[in-house]
Nanobody, 113 residues
Framework: QVQLVESGGGLVQSGGSLRLSCAASGVIVRLNAMAWYRRAPGGQRELVASIQSGGRTNFADSVKGRFTISRDNAKNTVYLQMNSLKPEDTAVYYC???????WGEGTLVTVSS
């Protein structure tokens, strides 16, 4: 059974940083494309970042240069490092085994101005 457990969200001031973690079980992150999505209040879910099994990464234009995605194969965990946070980054962030039905429950990030 696949489980994805996000953590690391919280309240941060504009310009601050957070690192989100996605601990995976039942799926090997180094063998699967993994992604972070987010859903802002009243908004639609959007793809924030992804990392392919070969290590190639992609980012939404809105976060390029501020966010990075990485993984720790030994811990079977995917990370989203978020720097220079803006109030518009406020959202629930979800981990996904890209293209599958497997999602975490999300972690809330709130950026105050």
């Amino acid at each position: 059974q696949v489980q994805l457990v996000e953590s690391g969200g919280g309240l941060v001031q504009s310009g601050g940083s957070l690192r989100l973690s996605c601990a995976a079980s039942g799926v090997i992150v180094r063998l699967n494309a993994m992604a972070w999505y987010r859903r802002a209040p009243g908004g639609q879910r959007e793809l924030v970042a992804s990392i392919q099994s070969g290590g190639r990464t992609n980012f939404a234009d809105s976060v390029k240069g501020r966010f990075t995605i990485s993984r720790d194969n030994a811990k079977n965990t995917v990370y989203l490092q978020m720097n220079s946070l803006k109030p518009e980054d406020t959202a629930v962030y979800y981990c996904n085994a890209l293209g599958t039905k497997y999602w975490g429950e999300g972690t809330l990030v709130t950026v105050s101005s």
